[in-house]
């Protein structure tokens, strides 16, 4: 009987044991789902969604959107500013979870990989020229040549037309470079995002001006990742940008930098 109750104990020892290590082992599991800050990589200077203030602060619509919607979903994150080509770079490495940097949801993109939220704001892609320039039309431009940053909606808005219109295209990686090669002469028009190039034009003081009727039809940035793995980020990016549309904080951060 001895020998039979000391069997039970052992057996009941063991059992507890078990399940505390299974319990202990879940509950670190969830504090380090928790816990995890998600990277999330950006442009530089696509103003006004994110760039440097006169304070020398990273600002702008994505900047405040991304901190509005982890403050409502409860998620923490790291932003990197480090141009589009790397942002890109590094979340096609995995070396960042999202980027987040006016990203049009096309479906090149989504071809190659991209995984896209719903979207956050619809803009045009319009034709940009000097501030003395004569062009007024698509028809000018033919034997002239057209600036675009590299692997953007608007380069792709370029490459559409110019057959048809007759002019050659010159790849840029960032936007200010870009603007200067029309502001130099050495291209006739660029190709920016219409809100974009709107702020930077008011704020900027360059000299440069939007011609009417050479613009595209609208579509919609997104939030991105390139890993399913990240679905988790996406999903908390959705409903926070619903629950921030809902009670007015969307409105007040667009009506903040582009009124």
Known sequence: MKKLFAVLCTVLLASALLTGCGTKDKKDTNKAASDKKWIVATDTVFKPFEYTNENNDFVGIDVDLLAAIAEDQGFQYELQSLGWDAAV???????ADAIMAGATIKQERIDSGWIFSDGYFDATQTFVVAADSDITSFEDLRGKNVAVKNATAGADFANSLKDEYGFTVTVFEDSPTMYQDVILGNSAACVEDTPIMAASIKEGD????????????GAPYGFAIMDKADQELLDMFNAGLANIKANGTYDEILNKYLK
Do not use: D, N, R
């Open 89 to 95: 770079a590094a979340v096609q490495a995995g070396q």
């Open 206 to 217: 360059l000299k440069l001006k939007i011609p009417e009727g050479m613009e595209s039809e």
